[in-house]
Structure formats: structure tokens, C-alpha cells
């Protein structure tokens, strides 16, 4: 069973600031998604990555295969990016559904 | 709008008594699932349907039935709610395609209490 850790596990940060969430897994994947969960609770998919590095608006989303290491970013952070980061991986080539982290609590301050 | 929808959105039950959580797709997606969030905790998979016509447990199927009822459609059922099913469940379905993967589409949540 893949282990997903993801640090930290809260942080609050002013507006504006560079954010870094990083997640780990135990065992090789064949994708690895990024997801937002908003106060309120819905869940949105923000990237998924089985090499490299993608960007959408400012966000940005790396990974290391070698390292199992992956690591989402934000850059000029702003109040309305306040959410649950979620981190899960899919470990199989199937349909056999996605291994969740616990989630990082993020905090944008005015 | 084109999605995953729950239903119901809240509900509260007695323990022992029985409910159905539907979810349906307008997203002609193949694969199907159902997780629950407990605090603390990531999602967690109960089960999952690869395709209309198949399901399979995932980590926690005890104490649950589900039923791919077609290819849109995959309901989740509790015959004897217990305490310990309190949770928030979601539903999600994505299109897994010769070993490619697509991003997954979530429903909104069903928050359920057991009293």
C-alpha cells in the first residue's frame, strides 16, 4: 500500500508570499494529482502529473519519479487561494481509484 | 453543467437504519468510485466500479453495498447504519484509458450523521 505524506501539515502565509507544499509516496506511481478542497468542502482537481512540470495561472506542479517527491506551488498568493491541498497518487495502471496525503491547511492573510 | 452529482447533500440517520447515496455522471466516464473524509484522515476508497457491469472493494467496503446501476449511475448503500459511518462521503468518476489517466471529477459530498 502506498504511504502519501504531505508537509506541512498548516500553514498561513501573508498575501502575496511564494507558497510550497511538498507530498512523498512510498511506492512508484504511474500518476500523481493535485486537488483543492474549498471551506464547504467540494474537491477540484487542479493537475495531474506523471513526469515533469505543468503550470496553470500561478500554480505550478513538479515532480520527481526518482525521488517520489512532488511539490505544488503558488506563487503571488492570494486570500481566495486559502483551502485543503489534497495530494493522492494512482499506484496501479487500472481503474482501482487513487491513495490520498491528509491534506496541507492553507491560510492567505491580507 | 456537466459533472458528478450527489445526492443527498446532508442527512442524518438513526443507528440501524438504512440509506442509499446516489451519484450519477454526465461524462460518459467509465470508472466510478465512492470515498469517505474522516478527520485527520485522507479520502479513503470504500468501492469502486471500473466499468458498468463490475465492482470491486477498495480499503474500507465493510458495512457498505454499491450498485452500478449503468454505465451514468453508482449508488452507494448502508443496510445498518452504524456510529462509525459518520462521515463525509464523495463520489468521483474519471476515464482511465489503456493505462493513460485523466483527471478525476468529484461530487459535491454527502455529510452524513449516524445517531
Known amino acids: 500500500k502506498n504511504e502519501v505524506e504531505q508537509s506541512p501539515q498548516n500553514l498561513t502565509a501573508q498575501e502575496g508570499e511564494f507558497i510550497t507544499i511538498n507530498c512523498s509516496y512510498s511506492v512508484g506511481i504511474s500518476a500523481l494529482h493535485w486537488l483543492q478542497q474549498h471551506p464547504g468542502g467540494g474537491i477540484v482537481s487542479l493537475f495531474m502529473l506523471s513526469s515533469g512540470k505543468k503550470k496553470h495561472g500561478r500554480l505550478i506542479a513538479t515532480i520527481n519519479i526518482q525521488e517520489k517527491h512532488s511539490s505544488l506551488h503558488i506563487t503571488a498568493s492570494h486570500p481566495r487561494d486559502s483551502a485543503v491541498y489534497i495530494c493522492?497518487?494512482?499506484?496501479?495502471?487500472?481503474?482501482?481509484?487513487?491513495?490520498f496525503g491528509k491534506g496541507t491547511h492553507l491560510i492567505i492573510q491580507p | 453543467n456537466a459533472g458528478v452529482t450527489q445526492t443527498p447533500k446532508f442527512q442524518v440517520l438513526k443507528t440501524g437504519q438504512s440509506m442509499t447515496l446516489q451519484c450519477a455522471q454526465d461524462m460518459n466516464h467509465n470508472s466510478m468510485y465512492w470515498y469517505r473524509q474522516d478527520p485527520g484522515m485522507g479520502l479513503r476508497l470504500i468501492y469502486y466500479?471500473?466499468?458498468?457491469?463490475?465492482?470491486d472493494k477498495g480499503e474500507v467496503p465493510n458495512g457498505y453495498n454499491v450498485s452500478r446501476l449503468n454505465k451514468r449511475e453508482f449508488s452507494l448503500r448502508l443496510e445498518s447504519a452504524a456510529p462509525s459511518q459518520t462521515s463525509v462521503y464523495f463520489c468521483a468518476s474519471n476515464s482511465p484509458l489503456r493505462g493513460a489517466h485523466y483527471g478525476y471529477t468529484f461530487g459535491s459530498g454527502t455529510r452524513l450523521t449516524v445517531v
Open positions: 493522492a497518487v494512482h499506484s496501479g495502471g487500472g481503474a482501482d481509484g487513487l491513495t
Open positions: 466500479s471500473a466499468s458498468e457491469g463490475t465492482t
